[in-house]
């Protein structure tokens, strides 16, 4: 089984400050990695995933997260976030191998970006 | 080229009844999973739906149940509600590729009120 852990339930920022969102996994075989972000009354929406390959990923609005396998996490980063950016953001694993079709999701962080 | 589309958007039932909530993937896709969003959670995978088989279930027990359609649409029914059903039911879609885990595409949900 897998288990996610969200270190921090809510992040509060000011606009174009950086910020890193904490996100450790608990598993006994390899795993696929991914953020997903929720917008109010909204469902998710994919921002990366991490499957193979290079251990730093990038979204196309500026999001990046590194997977590290010795701590077994998989931070998500902005250099600078904008008011637009405020959301709730999941991550989530999956098994790589086949037979497990299910995303394991953390709490959620909610991230509120101060004007 | 229409998301994955749910309804209703929102229920309010009493203990006891019954309640079916209905998803319509992303054009293309052939594969349903169902998810429970309780408030202030991530969300937690109750199952699978491919080629009209329930694949892989979660941990719900069995008043949670649903159905695939021949053109991939999906049904999830709940019987017996109780208080604790009180969610939001999030549906996603994706495309069953074996060699590699298929991104999640999730509808916008259907907020359950059990009183």
């Known amino acids: 089984a897998q288990s996610v852990t969200q270190l921090d339930s809510q992040v509060p920022v000011f606009e174009e400050a950086p910020v890193e969102l904490r996100c450790n996994y608990s598993?006994?075989?390899?795993?696929?990695l991914f953020w997903y972000v929720q917008y109010p009354n909204q469902g998710l929406q994919l921002l990366l995933k991490?499957?193979?390959?290079?251990?730093l990923v990038e979204s196309i609005n500026g999001f990046e997260a590194e997977f590290n396998k010795s701590q077994t996490s998989f931070h998500l980063r902005k250099p600078s976030v904008h008011i637009s950016d405020t959301a709730e953001y999941f991550c989530a694993v999956t098994p790589s191998g086949a037979g497990s079709y299910q995303l394991t999701f953390g709490k959620g962080t909610k991230l509120s970006v101060i004007p | 080229d229409a998301g994955v589309t749910q309804s209703p958007t929102h229920l309010i039932k009493t203990r006891g009844q019954q309640v079916t909530l209905r998803c319509s993937p992303k054009s293309g896709h052939d594969t349903v999973s169902w998810y429970q969003q309780a408030l202030g959670q991530g969300p937690q995978f109750i199952f699978q739906y491919y080629e009209e088989e329930e694949r892989q279930r979660g941990n719900f027990p069995d008043r949670f149940s649903g159905h695939q359609f021949p053109n991939y649409s999906s049904e999830l029914n709940v019987n017996a509600l109780l208080l604790g059903d009180s969610a939001l039911y999030l549906c996603a879609s994706s495309f069953d590729r074996r060699s590699y885990n298929s991104p999640l595409h999730f509808g916008n949900g259907t907020r359950l009120t059990v009183t």
């Open positions: 991490y499957l193979s390959g290079s251990t």
């Open positions: 598993s006994s075989v390899s795993v696929y």
